[in-house]
């Protein structure tokens, strides 16, 4: 039923992206409008769809891993780790295809996640709020690397496309790898009984015969695909894992089997709806749906940090 | 049967265990009693496998604890740790659910479910099921990971001081499903408990540990006696006879 109407109210909004944009479809010739839908409208709506769920379902298995509600990829390292590896991949070798980009992108990110992780098990318990604060400037000293990496080799403007997510450049040919994000958001709904005992503890897991490092990095590679692909693709968006995840626990608890779903339908909605304002405010002009994000995200954040301190455990 | 060989066990130079070789069950109910730091819960654990081994050797069923697959064991043995903090939101009917992961791996069977029901049942927790954990008080999450241990279905039992958070009706009632657990369907149930009293009344046998490693070991009635008070937890505390039962005076 609360899958219905959520499905019900996604595909409403789906359908009413294609016909948002500068050229209004109403008043244009029969002959254009299919290329125009083919080329751009349905890409840059599926990309934001595949996004925002992938990004909401990496973000719900890394605040179950993690065993904290404040954290998410794109502000925990991964999203900076990404941006660093696609940085290399342009500099060392000029003219890298976008497999390889993705490729270099993916492993870079599941090392900063790695070491996030390494970083963050030692903290003690009792101060659930030092991870995310952790991860916060464990991803700022990332990102300040990236900044500098980058001035060096004069390619400052080209990383902001990474660093700020946004849709416009979605066309045709250029969005087809979030496909395999889509999939590997998909791939975790398989495991995600496993996922939810990991959420239980070290002890727990073990108790009940789940190999846990092998689901641990299981869930790691999940995350860093996800933050890789999105992040050549469109860009870091942030906020989505964090703040989507936190949401449908309040509305359908953490068991993953049915918490999955909606996680990735809400994720979907939250960034098609980010994208459809960004298009909105300033028509004919743009605002990115990274930055559409970071402004309700940060609110949004700041509630769940100040106004329920008892989810963080 | 647990058969424990030879196990030594030290954190940072420290002895927590010293050549304990232990043989335990099948069936019954075991009291593991000792001061604090004594190497109870250590000893739990390494059963377990949630510690390493680092010498002697553990085997359950004939199954070499550290050597056979994890999953494997988790039909075998249960164990109900200490720390239970659960920061994720489930309902108890998940919790207890988790417990038959072990058999479907993720994909629950009708059986499976039926097992989960019933495990409810037993536990007094219908009521509570689609309760969220958090919401619960400490004893009643304890009863509900109890349950989850149930659920798992194995020969041998776990539970690490599991009285700690209840109140006297909790604990009775917990000590007395335990016990039956043992008569009536021939379950090994080690448990580690503080309240020689509750030892004395429910175990078949009592284990007592002391500087890792085994002072004392036989029926309560043999064993709960004012000198083992003195030389394990070096209390002087007097002992009575009552309806045929070791009762200590605290």
């Not at chain 1, 944009?21 to 769809?49: H, K, M, N, Y």
């Not at chain 2, 069936?27 to 377990?48: M, Q």
């Not at chain 2, 500087?211 to 309560?220: E, L, T, Y």
Request: with cysteine.
């Amino acid at each position: 039923m609360r899958i219905g109407v959520s499905l019900l109210t996604l595909t409403i909004m789906a359908l009413a992206s294609l016909f948002v944009g500068v050229i209004d479809l109403t008043q244009a010739e029969d002959a254009e409008i299919w290329p125009l839908i083919r080329d751009s409208r349905f890409p840059r709506t599926v990309a934001t769809l595949l996004t925002g769920a992938s990004l909401a379902i990496a973000g719900q298995i890394m605040q179950t891993i993690a065993r904290n509600r404040f954290v998410e990829p794109m502000t925990a390292g991964t999203g900076q780790g990404a941006a660093l590896g696609i940085l290399l991949a342009v500099v060392l070798v000029p003219g890298a295809p976008l497999s390889l980009q993705m490729l270099l992108a993916s492993g870079t990110a599941l090392c900063s996640s790695l070491g996030f992780f390494a970083l963050t098990r030692r903290l003690p318990p009792t101060q659930p709020l030092l991870v995310p604060l952790v991860g916060l400037i464990y991803g700022g000293v990332i990102g300040a690397a990236v900044t500098y990496l980058a001035y060096q080799v004069d390619m400052l403007q080209v990383i902001e496309i990474w660093m700020n997510g946004e849709f416009s450049g979605t066309l045709r040919g250029r969005y087809e790898l979030l496909w395999l994000a889509g999939l590997a958001a998909l791939l975790s709904y398989l495991v995600a009984d496993q996922f939810s005992i990991l959420g239980l503890g070290e002890q727990v897991s073990l108790n009940l015969g789940l190999n846990y490092r092998q689901i641990v990095l299981l869930g790691l590679i999940m995350i860093s695909v996800v933050s890789g692909l999105t992040v050549v693709t469109v860009g870091m968006i942030p906020f989505v894992g964090l703040v989507v995840p936190n949401l449908i626990s309040r509305v359908a608890g953490d068991n993953l089997r049915r918490a999955l779903p909606l996680t990735a339908i809400a994720g979907a909605g939250l960034v098609l709806a980010a994208d459809l304002l960004g298009r909105l405010v300033i028509h004919p002009f743009e605002m990115p749906a990274g930055t559409v994000i970071g402004i309700v995200g940060a609110a949004m954040f700041l509630w769940l940090l100040y106004g329920s301190r008892r989810l963080a455990g | 049967m647990i058969d424990i060989e030879g196990v030594s066990y030290r954190i940072g130079g420290q002895d927590i265990l010293r050549d304990v070789s232990l043989q335990m069950g099948p069936g019954g109910v075991i009291a593991l009693v000792g001061p604090n730091g004594a190497g109870k819960s250590t000893l739990l654990s390494l059963i377990a496998r949630l510690n390493a081994l680092q010498s002697g050797r553990i085997t359950v069923n004939g199954l070499p604890v550290g050597q056979v697959a994890d999953d494997r064991l988790a039909r075998e043995l249960a164990i109900l740790p200490q720390d239970l903090t659960v920061t994720i939101r489930l309902t108890v009917r998940d919790l207890v659910g988790f417990g038959r992961y072990p058999y479907h791996k993720g994909r629950p069977s009708e059986a499976d479910d039926a097992l989960v029901t019933q495990a409810l049942g037993n536990f007094d927790l219908q009521d509570l099921a689609d309760r969220v954990l958090e919401t619960l008080s400490g004893g009643q999450r304890q009863r509900a990971f109890v349950a989850m241990a149930y659920a798992q279905d194995t020969a041998y039992l776990l539970l690490d001081e599991p009285l700690n958070n209840l109140d006297i009706a909790a604990s009775r009632a917990l000590m007395a499903r335990l016990r039956a657990l043992a008569i009536e369907k021939g379950r090994t149930v080690v448990i580690v408990l503080h309240d020689i009293n509750y030892a004395a009344a429910y175990a078949d046998r009592i284990i007592a540990l002391k500087g890792g490693m085994v002072i004392a070991d036989g029926a309560p009635k043999q064993i709960v006696t004012e000198g083992l008070l003195r030389d394990v937890f070096e209390t002087d505390a007097k002992v009575f006879r009552v309806d045929d039962r070791s009762v200590v005076l605290v």
